[in-house]
Every structure is written in structure tokens, then in C-alpha cells.
């Protein structure tokens, strides 16, 4: 079973090559850095850390989800791994994520409020607004999941080839969370601890994006 973990990134200088050097490569085969044209020093401080069987992409589009959507045609994994490039997502969860896999679950999904998870970064209005929306998400769709906004994610390839991803922000953690239930993927959660990222300023604000992840909770699936 190959592993393929990918990282989106935008001006994640001081971060990205603290993550990569992070990650179990006992477990994963391949790492896919796909960047949204950094004007910092990203390239350079991610391609010391990757290896030959690894790939630094530009993407082509935009967009946190659009980023993924790339990166999933670029991935040559049976199970690909999604994570942030911040330092907030530990690489030392990954091994767990991937016994999940192991065991028989499609889709995988680390999180912060699950037993024995927690968050480091958490301010009162993330923590309020995670809540809310993975409480709506379960209202609306019937999901049982406790952290729906934390794309640290795994899914199988042929889980992948069975949902329709369309969207381009940051409202893709709630569309490939609620496709890949409507497709009836084996779903499982492990704890995990968020931490503060490494450096830098964080790139979401919250109400744009939040008024985009409503709608999409919200709105009527089709495909």
C-alpha cells in the first residue's frame, strides 16, 4: 500500500521544511508539495527537504480545495494523505491515520475533539465556530464525526475515484467530508493535538470562508 501525503502551500517559509523534515518516511513514499506561487522563500526551503521520488508543483489554479483537487491527479498513492504545511498538523499522527487505512476504514479523519485530542491553538471563536459547523454538519448530513473542519484527512484512491470534487476554498473540507458519506466510505477518527504553527500569520479569515463552509453545509447535494 503506497502513501502520499500533500501539502499545500503559500508563503510557508519557517514552516514547510521544519514539517517535511517531520514526517515518517517509513510510512509514507511520497510527498507532493503543491504551491499557490509563493513570493517567499518556500521553494527553496521545501526542495532541501524532499527526496527524488517526492514533487514540488505550482498549482495551476487557486484556492485551498483547488490545491488538493490538483495535487490528487499528480499523487500516485493508494491512500493520499492531506495536511496543512503550517506545523499545525503533527506528522507523528500519521502512522495511526494509516493503520486506520489498514484496518479497512476508506476515509480517516484526525481530530482535535475526539478523546485524548486537543488543540493548542484554539481561540474561544475557532473553537465556538468548529464546533457549530461539525454540529451542523452532523444535523444536516447525519454524519457522526467530532471535528469537521481539520483536513488532516486520508482517503483511499479508489474511495477518491468515487466523489465529485468541485470546490476551490476553503469550504472543500466540508464538500469531501460530506461526499465521501453520501458515497458510503467506511469512515474512523484518531485524537489528535493541534499545534500552534511554526511561523508566520495564518491565512484564514474566518468569516469569508465560513460564510462559503454555511452554504455548503447548507446546500442541496446532487453529485
Not at 503543491?34 to 508543483?57: N, Q
Not at 492531506?82 to 493503520?99: E, F, L, R
Request: net charge neutral; proline share 4%.
Amino acid at each position: 500500500m503506497k502513501v502520499s501525503v500533500i501539502f499545500p502551500t503559500r508563503n510557508e517559509e519557517g514552516c514547510i521544511g521544519r514539517v517535511l523534515r517531520e514526517v515518517p518516511r517509513e510510512v509514507v513514499d511520497e510527498i507532493i508539495v503543491i504551491d499557490g506561487r509563493s513570493t517567499d522563500h518556500t521553494e527553496e526551503e521545501a526542495k532541501v527537504e524532499l527526496r527524488p521520488t517526492d514533487k514540488f508543483v505550482i498549482q495551476k489554479g487557486k484556492g485551498y480545495g483547488g490545491a488538493f483537487r490538483e495535487a490528487f491527479d499528480i499523487a500516485t498513492g493508494d491512500v493520499i494523505i492531506m495536511m496543512d504545511a503550517d506545523g499545525s498538523h503533527d506528522p507523528k499522527d500519521i502512522p495511526a491515520i494509516v493503520d486506520k487505512v489498514e484496518r479497512g476504514y476508506e476515509y480517516v479523519m484526525a481530530s482535535r475533539y475526539a478523546p485524548g485530542g486537543r488543540s493548542d491553538d484554539d481561540t474561544f471563536i475557532r473553537w465556538f465556530g468548529n464546533r457549530f459547523f461539525t454540529w451542523l454538519t452532523n444535523v444536516v448530513h447525519s454524519t457522526r464525526v467530532t471535528d469537521s473542519l481539520y483536513t488532516y484527512t486520508a482517503i483511499t484512491r479508489d474511495g477518491l475515484n468515487k466523489l465529485n470534487l468541485r470546490t476551490d476554498g476553503f469550504e472543500f473540507c466540508t464538500e469531501i467530508l460530506v461526499k465521501a458519506h453520501r458515497a458510503g466510505l467506511k469512515f474512523a477518527e484518531v485524537p489528535a493535538i493541534e499545534r500552534a504553527r511554526f511561523a508566520g500569520k495564518s491565512k484564514v479569515n474566518a468569516f469569508w470562508p465560513g460564510r462559503k463552509i454555511l452554504r455548503m453545509i447548507l446546500r442541496r447535494y446532487r453529485d
